[in-house]
């Protein structure tokens, strides 16, 4: 247990359907993470929020919405989804960019 | 050049043999390093930071060569649990951290 809460850990989701990642931190972390890994692919960063304020979009599309309303709390708004955006979606935080703690991810399945 | 770089393997390495990663990084200012373990389908777990004068925690080993910009870890007596992706981690720009791309190890019975 890292201190990192992720949910759900499974999910599946038509291509029409809307639905939200959760991740949760209470270590009092100031910086949270968003990344995607495909199968036996590297991670991608999507995300980056440091204290609330989006610092980084790694040129993800728009169907991925995210949202910091503080600096415990990251969601991940998911709609009009492709089959390809099935994958392991990890959220991880950090405190001023040293080691960083990992939720256990949300396997996403887009049908 | 990359921000992080690692090989992306894979390692195939014997049981008791020692291996050995390195992992090269661009911003010259970074002052924070890590190894990270990831299994498959699982979740990144760190390993061992790694400090300026070098660090061991039983056989890994990891060094930090501030002059040409790299890290390594040496794991010495592997064991076929030490099949995984390592990891190289730094903090970059904007102070944000930057994971490589891993580098797979194999350890073969």
């Known amino acids: 247990e890292t201190g990192v809460t992720q949910t759900p850990r499974h999910l599946v989701m038509g291509m029409t359907n809307k639905k939200s990642l959760k991740c949760e931190q209470h270590?009092?972390?100031?910086?949270m993470y968003w990344y995607k890994q495909s199968a036996k692919k590297p991670l991608e960063l999507m995300f980056v929020?440091?204290?609330?304020?989006?610092?980084e979009n790694n040129s993800v599309p728009s169907r991925f919405s995210p949202e910091c309303p503080n600096s415990s709390h990251l969601f991940l708004h998911l709609h009009t989804l492709q089959p390809e955006d099935s994958a392991l979606y990890l959220c991880?935080?950090?405190?001023?960019?040293?080691?960083?703690?990992f939720g256990q991810g949300t396997r996403l399945t887009v049908v | 050049r990359k921000e992080v770089e690692q090989d992306p393997g894979p390692f195939n390495v014997p049981e008791g043999a020692t291996v050995a990663f390195n992992c090269t990084y661009s911003?010259?200012?970074?002052?924070?390093f890590f190894w990270y373990r990831q299994d498959c389908r699982k979740e990144p777990k760190l390993l061992m930071s790694?400090?300026?004068s070098g660090n061991e925690d039983g056989r890994f080993t990891a060094q930090l060569n501030r002059a040409s910009q790299y890290i390594s870890l040496l794991i010495r007596d592997s064991k076929l649990s030490d099949s995984a992706t390592y990891l190289c981690?730094?903090?970059?720009?904007?102070?944000?951290?930057?994971f490589g791309k891993g580098t797979r190890l194999h350890i073969l019975p």
């Open positions: 991880a935080s950090t405190r001023d960019a040293t080691e960083a703690f």
């Open positions: 270590l009092g972390h100031n910086a």
């Open positions: 929020y440091n204290f609330k304020e989006q610092t």
């Open positions: 911003n010259s200012a970074s002052q924070s």
């Open positions: 790694v400090y300026s």
């Open positions: 981690v730094v903090n970059g720009r904007d102070d944000k951290i930057i």
